[in-house]
Nanobody, 126 residues
Framework: VQLQASGGGLVQAGGSLRLSCAAS????????RGWFRQAPGKEREFVAAIRRSGSTLYYADSVKGRFTISRDNARNTVYQQMNSLNAEDTAIYYCAATRANPFDNVLRTSAFYDYWGQGTLVTVSS
């Protein structure tokens, strides 16, 4: 499975961006899709995740109410709409995927995911 993230860029504080992550290859059975981010000098952290059904969404407290994750299973693509961006959102954003179907707390853990995209840089200027 290959994941290709796109949509990053430079935006002013308060602005919006929409990230996309397209999956290709042997995508059959992919269940959870997620987004993580890594800011300079910091560890990679969970941002959001969505199960295949799309019925339940998971967010880090720091982005809840500002970010929205969604997926289009027909296109094997997951999206992340990011609104009200601030300087603390500056990071490389990585998309991830797995065929597993974990408990809720596990899917916030980066080690749980099997496939990763190359990352897309989001820079928010204050």
């Amino acid at each position: 499975v290959q994941l290709q993230a796109s949509g990053g860029g430079l935006v002013q504080a308060g602005g919006s961006l929409r990230l996309s992550c397209a999956a290709s290859g042997r995508t059959l059975g992919i269940n959870v899709r997620g987004w993580f981010r890594q800011a300079p000098g910091k560890e990679r952290e969970f941002v959001a995740a969505i199960r295949r059904s799309g019925s339940t969404l998971y967010y880090a407290d720091s982005v809840k109410g500002r970010f929205t994750i969604s997926r289009d299973n027909a296109r094997n693509t997951v999206y992340q709409q990011m609104n009200s961006l601030n300087a603390e959102d500056t990071a490389i954003y990585y998309c991830a995927a797995t065929r597993a179907n974990p408990f809720d707390n596990v899917l916030r853990t980066s080690a749980f995911y099997d496939y990763w995209g190359q990352g897309t840089l989001v820079t928010v200027s204050s």
